[in-house]
């Protein structure tokens, strides 16, 4: 079991596009679509299409947040908030993708300190094996969630893992989180140091004294310890259709299997496919996807 716990949900609106954007000019969408997301709520989905039980605890208000309810397909936990829940917009063209993200709601002290409840009470009362704190942070709320999450997991001697950028990246760190999962550009910004090689990951990874696993995109992903040797691992060449929530499948695929070719195959699988909600099964074989130490 692993609960994900979704600071900052969003309605996705995925609209296709015939033709390249021009920017300035009017486009007519060829088709759209609307679904529920978020990155927590994206793991949630991944794992529960993958057979691994997961519940996603998330804030929700408004009537855009009414709408995202509505659509969720996934065991789910709300905590209510006076706020209105972000939309997000992703258009797809034939040069590839582009993703728009609103800020989302301020959550007051209380909605926040519920939201924490919220979430502590669904590790402990479904004695969850991992908790993934996954997304941006509520613009006012700063980096005390993050650590209150991971406090408070710990004293259950459950694992966090948190996969966030900025504020919420850095207190992960510091409150000494057992797993970050970044993108090199976020780890980049962390650290202050440019990530480019995957000799930089590592280095990266080990001056901040955390294990992590740190997506590349088209290159796949490597997961650096603390201690041990670091991976590698790269996929296969595919026609990507849409990257969004890739990074949260291969979260989704550490979580469930330890496995970091099997990661990299389930990220790569969720570029296969046009929106967050649909999760081909097992499209990219894992033995396809190519392992070595760094």
């Known amino acids: 079991m692993i609960v994900t716990v979704t600071p900052n949900p969003s309605l996705d609106r995925t609209l296709v596009l015939a033709e390249p954007l021009r920017h300035g000019e009017v486009h007519r969408a060829g088709r ?9 709520v994206n793991v949630t989905r991944v794992l529960r299409a993958r057979g691994v039980e997961s519940v996603a605890v998330l804030p929700s208000g408004g009537s855009v947040g009414a709408e995202l309810v509505a659509l969720l397909t996934v065991p789910h936990v709300v905590v209510p908030i006076e706020g209105q829940v972000r939309s997000n917009i992703s258009l797809l063209d034939p040069t590839g993708a582009t993703k728009i ?4 709601p301020e959550l007051t002290a209380s909605e926040l300190k519920v ?3 919220a979430t502590i009470a669904e590790v402990r009362s479904r004695k969850a094996h991992w908790l993934a704190i996954c997304g941006s942070l509520p613009p006012n709320s700063g980096p005390e969630l993050v650590k209150a999450l991971v406090a408070s997991a710990g004293e259950l ?14 207190a992960a760190v510091e409150a ?3 797993l970050i999962a970044p993108n090199d ?4 910004e962390l650290t202050g140091s440019p990530v480019q090689a995957p000799e930089d990951v590592l280095a990266a990874t080990r001056e901040l004294g955390v294990n992590a696993l740190v997506s590349l995109g088209a290159r796949g992903a490597i997961l650096a310890p603390v201690r041990g040797p670091a ?49 081909p099964a097992h499209g990219v074989p894992v033995e396809d996807v190519r392992l070595r130490r760094i």
Do not use: Q, Y
């Not at 001697?157 to 850095?170: M, Q």
């Not at 969004?244 to 291969?250: E, F, I, K, T």
């Open 32 to 40: 759209a679509r609307v679904e529920a997301s978020g990155k927590g």
């Open 115 to 117: 939201l924490v409840d």
């Open 157 to 170: 001697r459950v694992p966090v893992a948190v996969d966030s950028s900025g504020p919420g990246l850095r």
């Open 185 to 188: 550009a976020e780890l980049a």
């Open 101 to 104: 993200n609103e800020p989302g």
């Open 231 to 279: 991976l590698h691992a790269e996929p296969p060449v595919i026609t990507v259709v849409n990257p969004a929530g890739a990074g949260d499948a291969l979260l989704s695929g550490w979580l469930a299997t330890g496995d970091l070719a099997a990661a990299v195959a389930w990220g790569t699988d969720a570029c296969l496919v046009e929106g967050t909600a649909d999760v």
């Open 176 to 178: 000494g989180a057992d």
